[in-house]
């Protein structure tokens, strides 16, 4: 019997072609829902994108995203290109998140690497409601649909992770004013977004700075120096920004230090919640603990969600906003880190860890983003048919 046989090339392009067919419904189904959520369709579609065209339209925000959304409508009246905006941004990071994985791991199959950054952007935390109640409130998550200026952190932060990866290994040997002015701009424009990611990414930037500088004892400074400089434009953005967001009349409080206050907020079992959020990336970081020192993406990476933990722990803002959990975006954002690094590590496990011999390893590590996927899946279902992304 004639047996037909797909060659490598047209599984490819099979795959590929599921792949952009996933783009087209993924950010039709996105572009909808946004668009829902711009004019609270029907009292449902919940969502802070209805105050952030408000505060664009009037010029009263402070986001480089309320702007754009202010001019979208101001100048076309059009809420349904509202959604086709943001819906291209979702897309957008996930092509760049590709590209990140094709940085961190060049030797993976690229398809396969286009699937993973797709999951990273799909997954959301373990639903367990006889720990905490919430899908979302609590537990936290990286991929957020009710917030346009963290749908824009989102996407300009990951492009600033891979020009920082990108230059991990040339910095020291002098980058171009192209390269500087370009990882500049772009961190300026994160921090006009929303400047959550700004907060915990470069003090573990200034951290690995200083590590090179002791390694090297002191003799490349000058380059280290300059790649430092990088981020001071950004913040004096940061200033602009805490300035616009605190007023110096105290009518909206500030930045506190008040211990466990959001940790604790609106879960009922913390360490749970952390669980359930990053089941996947810690069963990772359990087979390779000693990588957090010899692989500077992967260690770079938890020092960042470390930081941001920190600060969502001990610190939140005084006043009316007390409960509104707003320095929990950095610790969020760094979740999407953790998840898109741990698909590398893996991906790059097949290629260094037997699989007969590590099968426990991958067992584990499938089930878990498997069951990160489904809830993610569970939750985008509930979101893209107008229900409380709580």
């Known amino acids: 019997m004639y047996e037909k046989r797909f060659t490598k090339k047209q599984i490819t392009i099979l795959a590929n072609a599921g792949i952009v067919l996933f783009y087209l419904i993924y950010g039709y189904l996105c572009a909808r829902m946004l668009f829902r959520q711009s004019i609270h369709y029907n009292n449902m579609y919940h969502s802070d994108l209805p105050s952030h065209i408000h505060s664009g339209v009037n010029r009263i925000g402070y986001s480089l995203v309320e702007m754009i959304l202010g001019d979208i409508i101001g100048y076309t009246g059009s809420y349904k290109l509202v959604g086709i905006f943001l819906a291209t941004v979702i897309l957008a990071t996930i092509f760049v998140t590709w590209k ?18 797709i999951a990273c952007n799909l997954v959301a935390a373990y639903y367990l409601p006889q720990f905490n ?46 390269q500087w002015s370009t990882f500049a701009v772009l961190m300026i424009m994160v921090n006009m977004t929303k ?4 907060v915990c990414f470069a003090p573990a930037m200034g951290i690995y700075l200083l590590i090179d500088l002791i390694q090297k004892k002191g003799k490349t400074f000058s380059k280290i120096f300059l790649f ?7 913040v004096l953005v940061l200033l602009v920004v805490y300035t616009l967001l605190f007023p110096s009349d105290g009518s909206a409080g500030g930045v506190i230090i008040d211990p466990g206050y959001c940790f604790f907020m609106r879960a009922r079992t913390p360490v749970m919640a952390v669980i359930q959020t ?11 603990i000693r990588d957090l020192k010899k ?50 590590k893996i991906c ?3 290629r260094e860890k ?4 590590y099968w426990y390893y991958y067992l584990g590590a499938g089930l878990l983003l498997l069951g990160h996927l489904v809830y993610g899946l569970q939750y985008f279902n509930i979101v893209v048919h107008g229900g409380h992304f709580i």
């Not at 990140?100 to 690229?110: A, H, Q, S, Y």
């Not at 430092?228 to 950004?234: D, E, H, N, R, T």
């Open 100 to 117: 990140l994985l094709r940085l961190i791991v060049p030797n993976t199959n690229p398809v396969l690497l286009h699937v993973g950054a």
């Open 133 to 178: 109640e919430y899908r979302y409130l609590g537990v936290q998550s990286g991929n957020i649909y009710h917030n346009s200026t963290f749908t824009g952190m989102k996407f300009l932060g990951t492009m600033v992770l891979y020009l920082y990866f990108s230059y991990q290994s040339q910095y020291e040997k002098g980058l171009s004013w192209k």
């Open 195 to 198: 400047p959550n990611f700004f």
């Open 228 to 234: 430092g400089l990088a981020v001071i434009p950004s």
């Open 278 to 288: 990053m089941a996947f990336p810690l069963w990772i970081l359990a087979f390779h």
């Open 295 to 344: 692989d500077r993406v992967f260690g770079f990476s938890w020092l960042m969600l470390l930081i941001s933990f920190l600060e969502y722990f001990f610190l939140c803002e005084g006043g009316a906003r007390k409960d509104h959990g707003n320095l929990s975006w950095g610790y969020c954002y760094c979740i999407y880190v953790i998840f898109v690094v741990s698909v590398a």
């Open 348 to 350: 790059s496990d097949f």
């Open 354 to 357: 037997d699989l007969k011999k």
